[in-house]
């Protein structure tokens, strides 16, 4: 009731203008409220769409009013217009014009049927005869012969067919496009007979319509009304439409009505304004913890006292309304399947736990953000929710969030709770972990404990730990713990030292002993019969150059083979070289004062010609350390490390023994092919573009585990992992 006086007398005083230009502001505050109190279960969903504002009244000539405010004004109207007796529209308009919300539920419900009736008709026709209504209906209004034009005593009738219409929209019934089609066709046959005086001389696409009416207004398309707002726009119709009870004791949950009352006061406080969260100094919240209770768990809900009650047994009594409104929650989301997960939550946001504080200091950060969002958005964007539509602007006012505030636990058994032999202390400590992966600007401050030795001496050490949240981190599915030494990139990285992969190192011994000329050219290098250029900037690839040595410059020196080598890289990689210092590495001691040299043949005297233009030294790598230098022609593919398929040779395997893959395998590849769409390519059996599998649970079990467990699985959730696997097997 207090927000009721409080809004209503605001927006009152203010003129239309104003109103429209400041809603979208004030409805980013009051349904950020709203969807919080919705998130902690104090209302149900029904509450909500009472509660919610339109971000934007653009697609309206009227301002668009909580539905709670504007709640039985439709019906009352109706009634009103039906015991209407007199012959002009004077008294009826004045009466409606009177309360500004019921003006406001009028002229909104019938441009907001307007705009839906004709997204949702596809034929010309149909849209035509809709628009001819309504452009009857106007025109009787601005020339104040409605009375005269249609009868009043038509309207419940009509206003009823108008809530069936709008529950039909909001139905996911499989035969709901064939009722939407039978109201449509019931509510043009109540306007065109019962309220349109004479509805039977109207315009011959409606003659028509009589004749056959089975034909007319059936096709439609109800995909738009998928969309977010659209399905906003038809539960307010539906709540104006539907609800002839007065609204004033929504919500009913005396914690929300407090909530409600205080931000309406809040409103009229005499505060100064705030800065700019740009501006605003940062600011820190310290919670000291020790052992108490984070999350309740199962056990903890459902261990009965010695009077046979339970935790769980008691919350649900006291908190019968939450909880009612909590499986509403589950169920309007779809998280059934977290149920057991989201009760220990439910729960612990009633009790006496860090679950509860934690949220509740999580507010200011969460109000930081809106603010931040409202200072930067203009107003396009605040014409939807932030969260919502403007992720961009969403993920800029966070990191200015994060910035300003932080929320600091300090939990000094933080680090022995990790390893304590007592499960309720490993839970705590994993739940502590769950909060700092869901809050970004939480933060964990504790004493680490760790072991030193000095001078043959073991001794504790004790150090100062601050850990950050928001970071996916400690995911002991993903760590190994206790090794002595871990194979990474084919080396062995051990507390010794790094070593190269033994395998590899077998691998290059096991390299034949070359027995002819061109094996022996292989395992040494191409380095007398080619030049080879890798251009690099700050040690990453840029490109690679090579050319094949004339027989006549194959006979030259290695010497002049190098120098050849510089100037054609030269020529090559002139563009990004020209008005850049670089260095050249080769392995030829030599080349590295061949400026200072005498010239020896007119090729060299050519090139050191080309090399005046250019800024560069010359550093020597010897050979055995200049690994670039001809590494691509040497016999490497021989000591590669390369992923067996595995599970591809098991497919194979299996197939051939699967006796009706086995026979379509067969026919494919004699080119009898059962049906259009499988084929053999590289010995395995597809159908259309999916490698078809026998039905066997070792096969589906050794998939799941290479897409999802495996080191190139990836971890990737259910639902990711289920779509990658079908994308790809039959």
Known sequence: MAFLLCLASVWHDLDETYERNNISYFSQFWNEFINSMREEDLISDRDRDFLLIPYSSTHVSVIQWPPFLLASKIPIAVDMAKDYTKKTDDDLYKKIRSDGYMFSAVI????????????????????????????????????????????????????????????????????????????????????????????????????????????????????????????????????????????INVPQNLEARRRITFFANSLFMNMPKAPKVRNMLSVSILTPYYKQDVLYSDADLNSENEDGISLLFYLTKMYPDEWA???????????????????????????????????????????????????SAGDIALTEGYSDKNKNLYEDAQAMADLKFTYVISSQLYGSLKSSKYARDRNCYHNILSLMLKHSSLRVAYIDETEETKDGKSHKVYSSVLVKGGIRFDELSKCSFGLTKVDYLGHTVSNRRVEMDEPKVLSVLAWPVPESINQLREFLGLTGTGIGVVLTQGHHLIAYFSKQLLPRMQKQSAYSRELYAITEALAKFCHYLLGHRFIIRIDQQSLKSQCDQTIQTPEQQVWLHKFLRYDFTIECNPGKENVVADALSRPIFMALSEPQASLLFQIVQAMHIDPSLFVIHIKCVQGNALGPHFHVANNFLYWKQKIAIPNQLEMVASILKEFHSSQIGGHFGVTHTKARIVSLFY
């Open 108 to 247: 909104e419900c019938y441009e907001t049927l307007k705009d839906i009736i004709l997204k949702l008709l596809l034929d010309e026709d149909d849209r035509l005869a809709v628009s001819s209504i309504c452009a009857k209906v106007e025109r009787s209004i601005r020339e104040e012969t409605f009375v005269k034009e249609f009868k009043m005593s038509g309207l419940p009738s009509l206003i009823d067919k108008f809530g069936e219409f709008v529950t039909e929209l909001q139905s996911e019934d499989g035969k709901r496009q064939s009722k939407i089609v039978n109201v449509l066709q019931d509510i043009v046959e109540i306007i065109t007979q019962d309220v349109m005086v004479d509805g039977h001389l109207f315009p011959q696409t409606l003659q028509e319509y009589h004749v056959d009416r089975r034909q007319r207004f059936v096709n439609i398309d109800t995909s738009f009304t998928g969309n977010e707002s659209v399905m906003g726009k038809v539960i307010r119709l539906h709540l104006l439409l539907t609800v002839k009870d007065s609204a």
């Open 325 to 375: 409104n909590f499986h509403e929650r589950l169920k309007s989301e779809g998280l059934e399947k977290d149920t057991d997960e989201l009760i220990c939550q439910w729960a612990s946001y009633r009790g006496q736990t860090l679950y509860r504080t934690v949220r509740g200091m999580m507010y200011y950060w969460q109000a930081l953000i809106l603010q931040c969002f409202i200072e």
